[in-house]
T-cell receptor, first 109, second 120 residues
Framework: GQSLEQPSEVTAVEGAIVQINCTYQTSGFYGLSWYQQHDGGAPTFLSY??LDGLEETGRFSSFLSRSDSYGYLLLQELQMKDSASYFC??????????WGAGTKLIIKP | GAGVSQSPRYKVTKRGQDVALRCDPI?????LYWYRQALGQGPEFLTYFNYEAQQDKSGLPNDRFSAERPEGSISTLTIQRTEQRDSAMYRCASSLLGGLAEEGPYNEQFFGPGTRLTVL
């Protein structure tokens, strides 16, 4: 079957750095995406990795290791507005996005 | 339009009634996706279209669910003879290039605000 594993909840302090891990097992792989979803809102795109390595976009970075079927999202200089759920999603061989259950990020002042 | 829109935003219906949920994607987007999302969970894939062609409907839970996109733009997800277990947030997303992720631009999906369906 297809599955993505990510922690259900992570807690961090404002200004700190946090890493959200994602491991996957899917039929085919084109890329790993990360989406952010605030309570009551729609998912919004953050990043995409098709190749191994680190992609940086401002305070957010995303990493992929295809050989390990593993990726992570790194959030730096955390702000209270970063409190949200973060989803990893794999684009499989059918061009579908297979989603993880999400990681709720709680930020404390 | 500026973004993906969905209507209605909220729908309350009685068990056994049919409902139709509408999605208006971003103009020019090739692909349109339907998801169902339970509280505290990630989106669950239902079906998707490239232009007017339904590419994959393997995620539709049963034959009470159907979707169409007759002119390659607006799409309708129809649930017949609704049941209480159908209550959920139904989300639509569109993407520019569809399944062309192997090389070049990726398949970023833009989500609409969702339709909250409650079946009594």
């Amino acid at each position: 079957g297809q599955s993505l594993e990510q922690p259900s909840e992570v807690t961090a302090v404002e200004g700190a750095i946090v890493q959200i891990n994602c491991t996957y097992q899917t039929s085919g792989f084109y890329g790993l995406s990360w989406y952010q979803q605030h309570d009551g809102g729609a998912p919004t795109f953050l990043s995409y990795n098709a190749l191994d390595g680190l992609e940086e976009t401002g305070r957010f970075s995303s990493f992929l290791s295809r050989s390990d079927s593993y990726g992570y999202l790194l959030l730096q200089e955390l702000q209270m507005k970063d409190s949200a759920s973060y989803f990893c999603a794999v684009e499989d061989s059918n061009y579908q996005l297979i989603w993880g259950a999400g990681t709720k990020l709680i930020i404390k002042p | 339009g500026a973004g993906v829109s969905q209507s209605p935003r909220y729908k309350v219906t009685k068990r056994g009634q049919d409902v139709a949920l509408r999605c208006d994607p971003i103009s020019g987007h090739v692909s349109l996706y339907w998801y169902r999302q339970a509280l505290g969970q990630g989106p669950e894939f239902l079906t998707y279209f490239n232009y007017e062609a339904q590419q994959d409907k393997s995620g539709l839970p049963n034959d009470r669910f159907s979707a169409e996109r007759p002119e390659g733009s607006i799409s309708t997800l129809t649930i017949q003879r609704t049941e209480q277990r159908d209550s959920a947030m139904y989300r639509c997303a569109s993407s520019l290039l569809g399944g062309l992720a192997e090389e070049g631009p990726y398949n970023e999906q833009f989500f609409g605000p969702g339709t909250r369906l409650t079946v009594l």
